[in-house]
């Protein structure tokens, strides 16, 4: 009998070297510039659908267009984003998503509305753009106001983001401006492509994999 | 360019959005003629001035809207959630 092969995920974002995290394909790149983008397709990507402003919203804590980090017992902490109307995505570390998916439904078992819970790890593509300079990369690709009072951090938004239907959430790392971007697999590398045409003036490059940040942070 | 202000997201680009005519009661296709069917889907009164008409925010909250808009300024007097037409106010009592 032949050994058991591990199955490896792929991003769709093209990476060269790569490693492998977590049974994730990912880019080894080590970039220390102010400015970078990293493949943050690996998280686990749980979609949770509900009435908005019913029962579901309040057992998960966070209404539309805003974040907060949750804890999910065996799950971990998952950053939770308030998509759209009635709409949450939970962003949990690589190979959680069946305990977050599992986590979800409990906390949503007794709310006695229609909910679904969907785990999207592998039909979706999510980057990260860390650094100062990032609201100005974002202004070139999309028409939102990316000022400090309009959009904070914790800030969840659906937009055009160069022309591809993206969520953007602001979640700062270490006060330093940081926007993950969330999109269909198969417009990531395009997102990436355009990203990194827009952010080449600013000196952006690419880095490896960085993972969730975590709430101490 | 275009804004229209969405009552869940704010004020965004029209390319954010597809226009699906003015809004109106579909009629019922159980006793609807064929030349009534024909009026509603293809015979528009394209007016000039206020018009109120439907639009699905396609790359924003995903929520049809119930807009009214002068077609010849592009003014925008409102705009509101189609589903919660009865209830103005539900957007922002829901966040």
Known sequence: MSEETVPLARSPIATDPTVVVAGWEVCARVSTAPLTLSDETPLAKVLVRAPFGGAARDALGVSFGRTARVGLGTAGEVLLVGSAPGEWLALGAPGTAAAIRAALEERLAGTGEFVSVLDLTHGRALVRLHGAAAPVVLAGVCGIDLADHVTPDGTALRTSVAAVVTDLV???DGGVRSYLLHCERSSGQYLVDALRDAG???GLEVTGFRG????SA | MMLLPCPWCGPRHAGEFRFHGAAGTRPDPATTTPEQWRRYLYVHDNPRG????????S????RFLTVERNTLTHEVRSARDTQLDAAPNAAEDAR
């Open chain 1, 170 to 172: 602001r979640d700062d």
């Open chain 1, 200 to 202: 080449s003036p600013s």
């Open chain 1, 212 to 215: 969730l940040v975590p709430s």
């Open chain 2, 50 to 57: 206020w018009q109120t008409e439907s639009w699905y925010h």
């Open chain 2, 59 to 62: 790359a924003g909250c995903r």
